[in-house]
T-cell receptor
Framework: QVQLVESGGGVVQPGRSLRLSCAAS????????MNWVRQAPGKGLEWVAF????????YYADSVRGRFTISRDNSKNTLSLQMNSLRPEDTAVYYC???WGSGWCFFDYWGQGTLVTISS | EIVMTQSPATLSVSPGERATLSCRAS??????LAWYQQKPGQAPRLLIF???TRATGIPARFSGNGSGTEFTLTISSLLSEDFAVYYC??????????FGGGTKVEIK
């Protein structure tokens, strides 16, 4: 069965960096685009970033472009999100999300999420 | 950016009743719309894609309709496990991928 397991969340001060990871299993990782979606406490869902199955294309939400970098290691079935210059408004649960594939970017599998708290 | 607007924000329904949730796009998204269900403390779950196709394992009491800018999710007869927050998401014109603000379906 498909499993997406995030790690790396925690409490960090504003301006600092954090790196999230997602270990994927149960599907052919190299065939699918992957995403990060976040959810601030008590709020709705916000798409953060996408990476194509082969890593050749990456897209970001305006709110994180230039500060966050999405990457993947297809040899290790791992997705990452490098987050720099963190702000209090980045506080959220971050979900690793698999897309449907074939160019259709809706989300059929989600990880359990990892909480990132930005606070001094 | 395509803005997705869901209504109502909260829907109070009795078990066994029908619930109809709305999602409106600021411009046409064709049929490239998905619906998700999220329960407290859990990740969202895909219910519907292509505006009307149920995802694997989703009961037939969930149905989606619409195209262009107006969409609905109907739960024909609410069970206790259906009380949750529901989100729509467009994937027609991106980036960015955008979600609606959610509709909370609560017990009346």
């Amino acid at each position: 069965q498909v499993q997406l397991v995030e790690s790396g969340g925690g409490v960090v001060q504003p301006g600092r960096s954090l790196r999230l990871s997602c270990a994927a299993s149960g599907f052919t990782f190299t065939n699918y685009g992957m995403n990060w979606v976040r959810q601030a406490p008590g709020k709705g869902l916000e798409w953060v970033a996408f990476i194509r199955f082969d890593g050749s294309n990456k897209y970001y939400a305006d709110s994180v472009r230039g500060r966050f970098t999405i990457s993947r290691d297809n040899s290790k079935n791992t997705l990452s999100l490098q987050m720099n210059s963190l702000r209090p408004e980045d506080t959220a649960v971050y979900y690793c999300v698999k897309d449907w594939g074939s160019g259709w970017c809706f989300f059929d599998y989600w990880g359990q999420g990892t909480l990132v708290t930005i606070s001094s | 950016e395509i803005v997705m607007t869901q209504s109502p924000a909260t829907l109070s329904v009795s078990p066994g009743e029908r619930a109809t949730l709305s999602c409106r796009a600021s411009q046409s998204v064709a049929s490239n719309l998905a619906w998700y269900q999220q329960k407290p403390g859990q990740a969202p779950r895909l219910l519907i894609f292509g505006a009307s196709t149920r995802a694997t394992g989703i009961p037939a009491r969930f149905s989606g309709n619409g195209s262009g800018t107006e969409f609905t999710l109907t739960i024909s007869s609410l069970l206790s496990e259906d009380f949750a927050v529901y989100y729509c998401q467009q994937y027609d014109n991106w980036p960015p991928l955008t979600f609606g603000g959610g509709t909370k379906v609560e017990i009346k």
